[in-house]
């Protein structure tokens, strides 16, 4: 990996443009043969409650500062496994003993030390994990300050002072729930022949619990603040400086509730704009059941757009950034509409697979009931995932999004889909695939698309800002055209992905101007960058 201080890249080597008309995608399933030794299980009698499907997460990091993504499966005993950058990955030991019931996870350097750190967020619980120079990782949720959580989900860090250099935590919460009286475990239902039986409850029979805000105080302590803001029954949280101003945008997918999109200040106070925004409904004007989310500029106009995988039934909402704080649902004129509506759909992530610059769409899908082919003969509990392409440049009025999964064998396998995450494991510049069954294996994607575009990959360092680079907007030209794109590893449902910023380059013979725009209010500007390869850049 070549290092800068924000000066300017290498020259650009000679190389062969790619053809103009990418073929595939090609993805295999290599969890197995790359040493990913990981099965979730559903322990207790059947049917299975709400708390028993709610899934598990799972993170590509590299927590050792290799140059190498590692691998985090989150389970009741989580597991991480390091990536040698060839294609191998080993159990590590690195983990501490934890006991709980963990959920998700978050990846960010709180302390800024170099090395990034872990927060796992569980049922009635939740841990922070100090990284110690990649060699482990220390449980130091006592001395934090961290409270354990009602039903922690997904979960992120985030710089909300921007040019504070500190990341605060915030952990959306689901509903409460456990064996105290009074609190449904099952739903009465009946078959397709009219019988009774039992089922998993939805989630309008549970109280929604509200997401909490740990501001980091630095030394390793964080305070507590409640987020009296969100509606709550939060399953997927991303964050984006949606609006270019320097603040950022933290949307809350929430359970057959209002969606939320929380709106910070220079100040790092948050106001709830779902309503106005347009984010918290459907395009119907009704809730939907929000699981995960992700934001990612789609149409290449220079705005990020918000994605909501969603219920059965339920289109996944894509809402189009139209600027202002407003967005429109355009799901159906895109294409994802009726391609997605017969889902039930949790891990989602933008991401170019074939590096033609244009962002396309993966979705990890799982019924909630495992008993529902008895109810609805229409479904199933384990479904197959989709893939998205994303068409580029296209005529007015035609689809943006073409589904393509029926082109990758490996995506066909029905499973229950939860976590899902983006990362370049190989180090080849071609993302690859992360997703959890939650009642099976990892599915390990490798990204063996041919006739792919040039790239280009960030590796951001903050000084003034955060170390991670959270929250930086990345201004890259090449090939006549501007792209926008953004340091986070957060998104999708319960999981996190590779924070290196990953452009897709199409065509173009080389890079012609890199504007970093980092949380602290600082430009860095880079010219004549090298293409495909990955380039850590530290801020002036």
């Known amino acids: 990996m070549l290092a800068l201080s924000g000066a300017s890249c290498p020259k650009t080597p000679t190389q062969n443009a790619p053809p103009s008309a990418p ?216 964050s984006c400086d949606h609006n270019a101003t320097g603040t950022l945008g933290i949307a809350f997918a929430n359970d057959e509730i209002a969606g939320d999109l929380l709106q910070s200040t220079a100040a790092g106070q948050l106001k709830n704009i779902g309503q106005e925004s347009g984010t918290a409904y459907d395009r119907d004007s009704s809730v939907h059941g929000g699981m995960g989310t992700d934001w990612g500029d789609y149409d290449n106009d220079g705005k990020p757009d918000l994605v909501v995988a969603t219920f059965q039934n339920e289109p996944k909402s894509l809402y189009h950034n139209e600027g202002s704080n407003f967005f429109t649902d355009v799901s159906y004129p895109v294409g994802l509409g009726a391609a997605t509506r017969p889902y039930v759909a949790f891990g989602t992530r933008f991401f170019d697979y074939d590096n033609d610059g244009w962002l396309d769409l993966a979705f990890a899908n799982g019924h909630v009931q495992d008993n529902i082919a008895r109810i609805d003969k229409s479904t199933t509990y384990r479904q197959t995932s989709q893939l998205f392409h994303n068409r580029g440049a296209i005529a007015k009025n035609e689809p943006q999004f073409e589904e393509v999964s029926q082109r990758v064998a490996a995506l066909k396998k029905p499973m229950v889909g939860r976590g899902l995450a983006t990362g370049d494991y190989d180090n080849d510049g071609r993302m690859d695939l992360l997703i959890v069954d939650s009642e099976g294996e990892p599915l390990l994607l490798h990204n063996e698309t041919t006739q792919t575009g040039h790239w280009l990959g960030l590796q951001l360092e903050g000084t003034k800002s955060n170390r991670s680079g959270y929250g930086a907007r990345v201004t890259v030209e090449a090939g006549g055209r501007k792209l926008v794109r953004y340091c986070r590893a957060d998104g999708s449902y319960l999981s996190s992905s590779d924070s290196r910023v990953h452009i897709g380059l199409g065509a173009a013979s080389k890079v012609d101007k890199v504007e970093i725009h980092w949380p602290s209010g600082q430009t860095d500007t880079l010219t004549e960058c090298a293409l495909d390869s990955y380039v850590k850049v530290r801020e002036k």
């Open 23 to 238: 073929v595939g995608p090609l993805f295999s399933d290599v969890g197995k043969a790359a040493g990913l030794s990981y099965v979730w299980e559903i322990s207790g009698t059947r049917p299975l409650n709400i708390l028993q499907t709610i899934g598990n997460g799972c993170a590509f990091l590299d927590f050792d500062n290799d140059g190498n993504l590692d691998i985090l499966l989150v389970g009741p005993k989580p597991g991480l496994f390091k990536g040698d950058g060839k294609g191998k990955f080993a159990p590590s030991s690195a983990l501490p003993s934890l006991t709980g019931h963990f959920l998700g996870c978050a990846v960010g350097d709180y302390d800024g030390d170099g090395f990034p750190d872990l927060y796992l967020s569980a049922y009635r619980g939740g841990a922070l994990l100090h990284n110690e120079k990649g060699e482990k990782f220390t449980d130091v949720t006592a001395a934090s300050g961290l409270k354990a959580q009602p039903w922690g989900t997904s979960c992120t860090w985030v710089e909300l002072v921007p040019g504070s250099g500190k990341l605060d935590l915030i952990v959306a919460n689901y509903a409460r729930f456990g064996p105290e009286p009074g609190i449904l475990q099952l739903c009465e239902g009946k078959d397709v022949d009219g019988k009774p039986l039992q089922t998993s409850c939805g989630p309008r029979h549970y109280e929604p619990l509200k997401a909490v805000l740990f501001r980091n105080q630095g030394s390793g302590k964080f305070l507590s603040e409640p987020l009296k803001q969100t509606t709550g029954r939060g399953l997927g949280v991303a």
